[in-house]
């Protein structure tokens, strides 16, 4: 694992609504640049950037048409190696978004494959023999390439899948791991992460990780052993690089794939959905840092910890605040709540990574779909900066804006908030710079429950010289928490020392240092 990955905290970029500096409305790298000072200054050290590729955007950018080009709305080759430079004279990182399953149905590749005559190209995606002959299982098109096939589909539509072959082939169609052609697939993307890679970038955040090998096993063998050869032939060339997958399966995409990280994701239903975004088909949310909730921590814990176990000591299971495919944490979460909430996750093992806005508490929107976004869209809108025109983001008429700024009343801007000592801002800053002064927070293996029960709101955990308290609740809760040796050294609310225990007041957070 590269060195500074034990420290890292991330701050994720959705590049078109984070700040646009030649008044188009659309942001892009120089606007990045602009911004760099105001990450690090916050306390992040790296940064995550969602695709910059040269993209047709019926996906945001997540449906490739050339990996080796950058999107014109954002710029330039140029612009983006000197935004690497700016990153790394700060002494920061950057990882940039791979999209290794799929491209755009655009891409010069997909435009090969679909002709009738084979040439190199044929099977770098997924066809059958023919166009009434069905991918039995899988989404696919037909009728619509001058190919005699039907090819797989990854996502939308517009994503044909690459092909890195089947684990366990049925059809004389479905190509095993080790085919020439699927092995030139694996050699395409390795040389799209080398160039990146010499480029200047440190990295990448893998989308849909787990979805290269077809008809894969559960826990996704072929897949693994795909990545595990890739992410040698790369780490050969740039033994730093560090990667980040989408996947959610710690055992699968660290223990066995070779990523030094891997994400716990929002899916409905587990344990990180439990945490902050628990709606139920009224809206109602119940989950575990409302305050009128009556959950427990132990329903999170129940998940996380035997995937933490699983690679403990071999690479960092991460929680994030949210991101681009999420509904923001401030949809229904108030502010004393999101401070508890980002207070937990930003002292649990594993790099932090923080959404673009989070650490203002920038609200959800009610927006129509853009760029294939649905419900996700209204994640997406435009960072708020202070009260000038588009708070900030852009010089460009609103009509012409990426997306619509948040028009409610009281919407947060990082200026007001960095005005006001109490604000989601600030104790996001001063969370951070615990984290990076607590020599605790660089070991990642050192996480000790020391209370969390069913029925009881409060918990406490240990991480080294450190001890973390929190109660959600309305009420006070008693812990059993012997902190005679320790000192506060942050919190939110507080609590009060007594017989070998702790009273944690109402809505509070504490960390102490022995």
Excluded at 87 to 101: C, E, F, K, W, Y
Excluded at 355 to 384: A, F, H, V, W
Aim: glycine share 8%.
């Amino acid at each position: 694992m590269p060195e500074w990955l034990k420290t890292a905290i991330f701050y994720e970029i959705y590049p078109q609504s984070f700040k646009d500096s030649n008044g188009d409305g659309i942001g892009d790298f120089n606007g990045i640049i602009e911004k760099l000072d105001y990450i690090k200054d916050l306390g992040c050290n790296a940064i995550w950037m969602n695709p910059c590729y040269d993209s047709p955007f019926k996906d945001a950018g997540y449906d490739v048409r050339d990996y080796k080009k950058v999107a014109e709305r954002y710029g330039t080759i140029e612009d983006l190696k000197r935004l690497f430079a700016e990153v790394h004279r700060r002494g920061m990182h950057i990882l940039l978004d791979l999209v290794p399953g799929h491209t755009s149905e655009e891409h010069e590749w997909f435009a090969q494959s679909g002709k009738n005559e084979v040439n190199e190209y044929s099977n770098r995606y997924i066809w059958t023999d023919s166009w009434f002959q069905r991918a039995e299982g899988f989404p696919y098109i037909a009728g619509e390439r001058e190919r005699d096939g039907a090819y797989i589909i990854n996502y939308f539509k517009c994503q044909p899948a690459l092909n890195y072959g089947f684990l366990n082939p049925k059809e004389q169609w479905q190509k095993p791991i080790e085919h020439p052609d699927c092995l030139a697939t694996r050699a395409a993307m390795v040389d799209v992460m080398c160039y990146w890679l010499k480029m200047g970038c440190d990295g990448f955040r893998v989308d849909m990780a787990d979805s290269l090998v077809k008809g894969d096993d559960e826990v996704k063998s072929g897949t693994c052993r795909v990545w595990s050869d890739i992410i040698q032939q790369v780490q050969a060339k740039y033994p730093n690089a560090a990667l980040v997958s989408e996947w959610n399966n710690p055992a699968s995409a660290i223990g066995m794939a070779g990523f030094q990280m891997d994400f716990f994701l929002d899916w409905f239903g587990n344990g990180y959905n439990l945490l902050m975004r628990d709606y139920d088909k009224t809206g109602r949310d119940d989950s575990f840092f409302k305050k009128e909730s009556k959950r427990s921590i132990t329903n999170f814990l129940e998940e996380y910890l035997p995937k933490y176990e699983a690679i403990r000591n071999k690479g960092l299971y991460c929680l994030i605040t949210g991101n681009h495919d999420m509904i923001r944490a401030a949809h229904n979460l108030d502010e004393r709540e999101l401070k508890l909430a980002y207070a937990f996750l930003f002292t649990m093992p594993g790099a932090p990574f923080i959404y673009y806005g989070d650490e203002i508490g920038m609200r959800y929107q009610n927006l129509p779909c853009k760029e294939g976004g649905y419900t996700r869209t209204g994640s997406r809108t435009p960072m708020q900066w202070d009260g000038s025109l588009n708070y900030g983001f852009s010089e460009a008429e609103q009509s012409s804006l990426y997306l619509p700024v948040d028009m409610e009343e009281g919407a947060p801007t990082v200026e007001a908030q960095q005005k006001n000592a109490d604000s989601l801002y600030h104790t996001v800053r001063e969370l951070l710079r615990v984290r990076k002064e607590q020599t605790a927070f660089s070991a990642h293996d050192n996480l000790n429950i020391l209370f969390a029960q069913k029925g009881r709101r409060g918990f406490a955990y240990q991480r080294g010289n450190l001890i973390f308290m929190c109660n959600p609740s309305k009420s006070v809760e008693k812990l059993p928490v012997d902190l005679t040796e320790y000192e506060q050294i942050f919190a939110v609310g507080g609590g009060t020392k007594e017989n070998g225990g702790y009273t944690l007041d109402a809505q509070s957070f504490v960390i102490c240092r022995k």
